[in-house]
């Protein structure tokens, strides 16, 4: 039968004897999954494992910071982070294709990794082991809706599958590939993590950069940063983040709409939040918060975020609607 201990000892088994006396790079996102495919891989191998942390700019506010102090304190995992923002944001001018901006955010990724595995390689010195192992913390929900299942339309390429680039040099470790999220948070809580990482609502790989509806700028994450993190710290304040699954706040960088504010008109933008609640993400409902919350929350964002004029809700559940908007 299913426990969690089984689970860990299996894949505790299969990664010693997968990797050998190899190394082992693992990319985290600081998500859930990546933490959780993280610990694990660490429990088998330990100090043969590094984790990569790429900042690729299309981080939450404070997002970065977190994982380099709450999961290395959790762990005391070896960790590398890795300033790519100005890659990124290059390798994304000009993109506004949901599937584009995907494909390229995840051959980046692997780019980064590849270039971490040399220094990684320089640094243990000659002789070091080669990394010949990338950890993903690829979900089943995510094998699935990448087209990676049984015979299933592909969906989205979620950047950890469908959006790999074919000349990857890595062989992979998913040790989470048959979980969905809520064993991934029993792992989690069994390999102890803390409840901040373990309870964390998802956030996915590609980050803002799949919340901007149109081209990915500079100015528009640090305006879409502002806007998300007012939502988020209203809902904590509410004591809502742990009944809602996730709201990504999603900027309509393309859309602009009138308004009047102060004693002028306004020619702004919308910022979509979109509440869901849900079990595994392969459906949901939109949730239905407190008008209060939301008026908050419109109230601040519209005050404190420039070029913002107009807060709407995403009341669509999925499907036909996805959880995320690109
Ligand atoms: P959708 O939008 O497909 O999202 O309904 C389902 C869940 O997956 C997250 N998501 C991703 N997570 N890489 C990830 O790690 C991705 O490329 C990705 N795309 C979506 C999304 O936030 C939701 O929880």
């Known amino acids: 039968s299913w426990t969690t201990g089984n689970v860990i000892e299996e894949q505790v088994a299969a990664i010693r004897e997968q990797v050998g006396t190899k190394r082992a790079i693992c ?19 330990g100090d043969q494992l590094t984790c990569v942390y790429v900042d690729h700019g299309l981080m939450r506010k404070g997002e970065t910071e977190q994982v380099e102090k709450d999961f290395v304190a959790a762990t005391g995992v070896q960790l590398k982070v890795v300033d790519a923002e100005e890659r990124f944001l290059n390798a994304l001018k000009g993109v506004s294709d949901p599937e584009e901006k995907r494909k390229i955010i995840g051959r980046e990724f692997i ?10 390689i320089a640094e243990a010195g000659s002789g070091a082991e080669a990394v010949e192992f990338l950890v993903q913390g690829t979900l089943y929900p995510d094998v699935v809706e990448s087209g990676g299942g049984t015979g299933t339309a592909n ?25 969905f999220k809520d064993e991934v948070r029993m792992v989690g809580q069994e390999l102890g993590l803390p409840d901040e990482i373990v309870q964390r609502q998802p956030f996915p ?28 710290e209203e809902l904590t304040a509410a004591g809502l983040d742990r009944d809602i699954w996730q709201c990504p ?22 910022i979509v939040l979109r509440p869901v609640s849900s079990e595994d993400a392969m459906t ?3 949730s239905r918060l407190p008008y209060d919350v939301l008026g908050r929350i419109s109230t601040r964002i519209t005050n404190e975020v420039d070029e913002v004029n107009r807060v709407v809700l995403d009341i669509t559940s999925k499907p036909p609607g996805t959880i995320e908007w690109e």
């Not at 990319?27 to 191998?45: K, T």
């Not at 790989?205 to 988020?232: F, H, M, Q, S, Y």
């Open 27 to 45: 990319g985290l996102s600081g998500g859930v999954d990546s933490a959780v495919a993280a610990a694990l891989v660490q429990r088998a191998i």
């Open 205 to 232: 790989g590609p980050g803002l950069g799949i919340r901007i509806v149109g081209e990915v700028t500079k100015e528009r994450l640090d305006l879409l940063r502002e806007a998300d993190a007012i939502a988020r």
């Open 111 to 120: 780019r980064v990794f590849e270039q971490a595995q040399a220094e990684i």
């Open 155 to 179: 969906i989205k390429s979620h950047h950890n599958v469908g959006g790999l680039p074919e000349d990857l040099e890595f062989k992979l470790i998913e040790p989470l590939r048959q979980l």
């Open 284 to 286: 949901a409902d939109w």
């Open 249 to 270: 706040v999603v900027l309509l960088a393309d859309v602009r709409s009138v308004g009047v504010q102060g004693d002028g008109r306004t020619y702004g933008h919308p």
